[in-house]
């Protein structure tokens, strides 16, 4: 009993250590000496539409020790010749070191992320691309939700419409209203004669 739980134990272990790598592989390593940075999204899959942010964790190159002082640092997501500055905050009292600057993803597309100011005392200029963002339709279920760009699309041309249906209904209202003083006035031209 006790090789059956060892055995399912250390498969487990196995599994879990083959699979780290393969989340880890999804955010980009990169050296600003004397620092490494792991940028990536914080939930992966990244969603058009969906809450999530850039995950960034600091640490020294030398000794692997997490950075605490990058209240200087500013980071812009960029994408479609847009740029937006974000707030970045610790990830957690937990999590020394990781960083995150939430915002919502709103175009299918990859992502750049805009590394300025200072680490520490030492100044930062870098630039790194991220994973697309994709649509969440393929992860849908049921049924998949209209995008929101196809529902602003569709808002715009019911207000169209809405807007042509109050001008023809207000002509026809006027139209009518003459139409109806028009008569009264026959009808009273009519008894005079």
Same mark, same amino acid.
């Not at 879990?16 to 592989?25: D, K, Q, T, Y």
């Not at 957690?92 to 919502?104: C, K, L, S, V």
């Not at 030492?122 to 963002?133: F, K, P, W």
């Given at each position: ?5 060892? !055995? ?13 790598? =393969? ?11 004397? #620092?490494? &940075?792991?940028? !990536? ?10 809450? +999530? ?10 000794? +692997?020790?997490? @950075? ?17 500055? &974000?707030? =970045? ?8 070191? /990781? ?11 990859? #992502?750049? @992320? ?9 100044? @930062? ?14 992860? /849908? ?22 807007? +042509? ?18 008569? !009264? ?9």
């Amino acid at each position: 009993m006790r090789s059956k739980i060892f !055995g399912i134990a250390l498969s487990a272990a196995v599994v879990a250590a083959l699979a780290l790598p =393969l989340v880890a592989a999804a955010h980009t390593q990169i050296t600003v000496s004397p #620092y490494t &940075l792991e940028v !990536g999204w914080v939930d992966e899959p990244p969603l058009v539409g969906a809450k +999530n942010g850039v995950s960034i964790g600091i640490v020294t190159t030398a000794d +692997n020790k997490p @950075v605490d002082n990058v209240s200087t640092l500013v980071v812009t997501i960029s994408t479609g010749g847009r740029d937006k500055q &974000l707030e =970045l905050g610790p990830a957690g009292e937990d999590t020394p070191g /990781q960083y995150i600057a939430d915002f919502i993803p709103t175009v299918r597309g990859v #992502y750049a @992320v805009k590394l300025s100011g200072k680490i520490e005392s030492t100044d @930062v200029n870098t630039s790194v691309d991220i994973e697309e963002a994709v649509d969440a339709a393929s992860l /849908q279920f049921p049924e998949p939700l209209p995008d929101a760009a196809a529902l602003s699309q569709a808002l715009s041309q019911a207000q169209t419409s809405a807007s +042509n249906a109050n001008s023809v209904a207000t002509i026809g209202i006027v139209l009518g209203v003459l139409g109806i003083l028009i008569g !009264g006035f026959a009808v009273l031209r009519g008894r005079r004669a």
